[in-house]
């Protein structure tokens, strides 16, 4: 069993509870207009590892890890490499390790082999970060160009079993950034009780000068950052402050 993988980051801070080693895969089927890394969507460009000798890069880095610090998965999109994580983190656990997968949902379904193993897979996870991309179905397949109602079901599925999720949501400005869209957000994530964390990513742009270089066309070029008070605006919508369980 090996895994297409893009790259190591040896300290996140960012990507789940304390400090992190960062797994980030290749391969990833939907197309974002604000992805930031089009250099991982084909899975085949990826290096080929075995997840023991993954397991043996993260815990070199263990030391900095702390209480609450592990590996964390993303990608591209991990769920593509159902196979190597389960693995990998069956490995990690083993090891006492805590594990996240960073994942949009995209390959999420309730049927046939994929979700037996997606249930294995759960029982040696402790915690997803999960985007939102858009609530909105049609404005969902312009953004990403998939559709959003299996990665909602894969929310109820994760709320249905109670694993530990922090969602993320990209605030772009004539896209996101919608009061209208925001409230809906909002009332979608109260009806989940598993929601440990909720952030709003503000977009940026800084990854023109990778699409350039591969000769991409960079959807959101003219976007511009949103303001401080509009990234304060959606904090507010989403109830960003009323989620702390991350803390405790």
């Known amino acids: 069993m090996k895994g297409y993988i893009h790259q190591f980051e ?35 460009e990826g290096k080929l590892w075995e997840p023991a000798d993954v397991l043996k890069e993260a815990l070199s880095c263990r030391s900095y ?3 609450k610090g592990g590996i964390t998965v993303s990608g591209g999109e991990p769920l593509l490499q159902i196979d190597f ?47 939102i991309k858009h609530i909105n179905e049609e404005e969902h397949i312009k953004l990403t160009g998939k559709t959003g109602k299996n990665i909602r079901e894969m929310f109820a599925y994760l709320d249905e079993i109670q694993k530990p999720i922090w969602i993320r949501h990209v605030l772009v400005p004539g896209i996101t950034d919608n009061d209208e869209y925001l409230t809906q957000t909002r009332d979608f994530i109260r009806t989940l009780s598993n929601v440990y964390r909720v952030e709003i990513l503000p977009y940026h742009n800084l990854a023109i000068s990778k699409y350039r270089e591969m000769g ?14 509009r990234i304060e605006n959606a904090r507010k919508i989403l109830e960003c402050d009323k989620y702390t369980r991350w803390q405790e």
């Not at 040896?10 to 250099?39: E, L």
């Not at 960079?218 to 976007?223: I, Q, R």
Request: proline share 4%.
């Open 65 to 67: 890890w702390g209480k």
């Open 85 to 131: 994580l389960i693995e990998l983190f069956t490995l990690a656990k083993k090891e006492g390790v805590n594990t996240c997968i960073d994942t949009a949902g995209e390959p999420f379904t309730k049927e046939g082999e994929w979700f037996e193993k997606f249930k294995k897979l759960m029982e040696v996870t402790d915690i997803l970060l999960m985007d």
């Open 216 to 229: 991409i066309k960079y959807a959101l070029e003219d976007t511009q950052m949103p303001s401080a008070e």
């Open 10 to 44: 040896s300290f996140g801070c960012v990507d789940g509870p304390g400090s992190r080693f960062i797994v980030f895969t290749a391969g990833c089927n939907m197309r974002c207009k604000f992805c930031h890394n089009p250099d991982t969507w084909i899975m085949k």
